[in-house]
């Protein structure tokens, strides 16, 4: 009888590790998603940033004109592949 019973408790301490490691890695799952969320925001921010300072910057000099189109371009491509 005894073994019966110990038989069933290690049953149910087996399930219960089961389900255990499967929320553990549902809680990664979710972790990891959060993460690539949060560094695609850090990203973001860091380029309209870098628009907002390219689009403050006033010159004469046509060479650096054509300097500060040419980097809004590839940051305003680099936002729209974020989306």
Known sequence: MAQVLESESTEEQVENMAE??????????????RTADAEQARVRQLLELKRERILSEKTSHPARR??????????????QQLV
Do not use: D, F, H, N
């Open 66 to 79: 054509s300097a500060l189109q040419t980097a809004l371009k590839e940051i305003e491509a680099e936002l």
């Open 20 to 33: 255990q490691r499967a929320e553990a890695a549902k809680a990664a799952s979710k972790l990891v998603g």
